[in-house]
T-cell receptor, first 113, second 114 residues
């Protein structure tokens, strides 16, 4: 079993739709939860992060973590064609694992006009 | 944020040969990381490279197959040795962003082994 599971999609939505992206994880030691966005032929870039459980909002993006169910979510409101990319969830256990990120498979998102 | 470049951007290699990938950062960083992104798979950490010490490899990756150099605080190389088609992948380097959750990634090197 992979430590972080993510539905690879692909996911196709119309412009303006609300997008929900999700991951599950198995390691209870994970404390830091991130979402990276990767455009085609580019490296991933950090989009949002949360520490432990809770919600975090940044503009059109909301990240949620539920540690009791080991579930990570990213919501995109009013989606735009420029949001078309691969979205990767990632985790870190903290402590001595500084810098070691464990990624999900990535979900390919297409927002069509 | 750090700006990272990688060379080559892509290559097609024959099995049994080796390829060295270069990673250059525009600022000095302590920790650099090498990842592999296989088709349809997640990014997998190969090793962590700190300047002045031996690289630390993750389970499933060995130094003989993926030797790494880190001669200074802005540069690192990853060599993929004795390549087979299973090594076809995108190889990315990244650097620490000063926190546990942020890393800056290079654009990747797309390797195809025939």
């Amino acid at each position: 079993q992979k430590e972080v599971e993510q539905d690879p999609g692909p996911l196709s939505v119309p412009e303006g739709a609300i997008v929900s992206l999700n991951c599950t994880y198995s390691n209870s030691a994970f404390q830091y939860f991130m979402w990276y966005r990767q455009y085609s032929r580019k490296g991933p870039e950090l989009l949002m992060y949360t520490y432990s459980s809770g919600n975090k909002e940044d503009g059109r993006f909301t990240a949620q973590v539920d540690k009791s169910s080991k579930y990570i979510s990213l919501f995109i409101r009013d989606s735009q064609p420029s949001d078309s990319a691969t979205y990767l969830c990632a985790t870190n256990a903290g402590g001595t694992s500084y810098g070691k990120l464990t990624f999900g498979q990535g979900t390919i998102l297409t927002v069509h006009p | 944020s750090a700006v990272i470049s990688q060379k080559p951007s892509r290559d097609i290699c024959q099995r049994g040969t080796s390829l060295t990938i270069q990673c250059q950062v525009d600022s000095q960083v302590t920790m650099m990381f090498w990842y592999r992104q296989q088709p349809g798979q997640s990014l997998t950490l190969i090793a962590t490279a700190n300047q002045g010490s031996e690289a630390t490899y993750e389970s499933g990756f060995v130094i003989d197959k993926f030797p790494i150099s880190r001669p200074n605080l802005t540069f690192s190389t990853l060599t993929v040795s004795n390549m087979s088609p299973e090594d076809s992948s995108i190889y990315l380097c990244s650097v620490e962003g000063g926190t546990r959750y942020e890393q800056y990634f290079g654009p990747g090197t797309r390797l195809t082994v025939t």
